[in-house]
């Protein structure tokens, strides 16, 4: 299995299926994921055993000095830019100084890159946190996660290693009041010999439950896109793809598929 890591703290731009030219940030050690989930999809590979060990973050001087001097040379030279991105190596809300680091990086935006917007990639778990929840509402795009409508479900797929209770996530997202977008992974297969698939009928319709009571600004949906830790996983084509999407869009929610 490949995996896919990140070995700087400001990466790219790249142009991203779902948001356009971005230019990432990534708040998490180099070369290795630092995550509270497990998830058996994720490209970045599994979770390492880091508990109970000191971690080395880059600190918010160095990301904001980095930060800054590559929006100069960008602006300098005219680089078209969309977004910036919290993604990376795993969690971003994760790193002790997230929302110092998201308070500078919008004053840096509106220095070089006025009209940008600036996004977070997260697994929703760090919402719980009342200054994580604070700073994201600051954010242009928050894109959380929900890959699954029932905690059983959640488990199976996202594996979280932290005290996980899905009705807590989904209250303290309803609070974000429509400034989220959520973000979910389709898949089907086996893992460990048990049915992995959170596209039959029962999921989706458990999931749209809970989109309706998020009510979110949008939903972003899709499926594999590179290798996976786990071997038996299948990507859900675009044509079953485009049949989920219907079913948000019946709600009067937009969508987009990828």
Known sequence: ?????????????VKSRRLGVSLGINLLPDGTKYCNFNCIYCECGW???YQGKEMDFPSLDLVVSLLDSRLEEMALN?????????AGNGEPTMH???SDILDQTILLRNKWYPK???AVLSNATGILKESVFNALKKADRNILKLDAGSEKLCRLINKPSDAYHLNQIVDRLR???GNVIIQSMFLRGTFDGISVD??????????????IKIQPQSVMIYSLDRDTPAHDLEKVS???LLLIAERVKALGIEVVST
């Open 78 to 86: 005219n680089t078209a830019l969309d977004v910036i991105t919290f």
């Open 116 to 118: 940008v917007k600036i």
């Open 175 to 177: 609070q974000f009041n």
């Open 47 to 49: 979770t390492a055993a």
């Open 96 to 98: 002790p100084k997230f």
């Open 198 to 211: 959170n596209t039959t009928d029962e999921a989706i319709m458990l999931w749209l439950q809970q989109i």
């Open 1 to 13: 299995m490949a995996t896919f890591l990140f070995d700087q703290v400001i990466f790219g731009p």
């Open 238 to 240: 675009s044509a079953d």
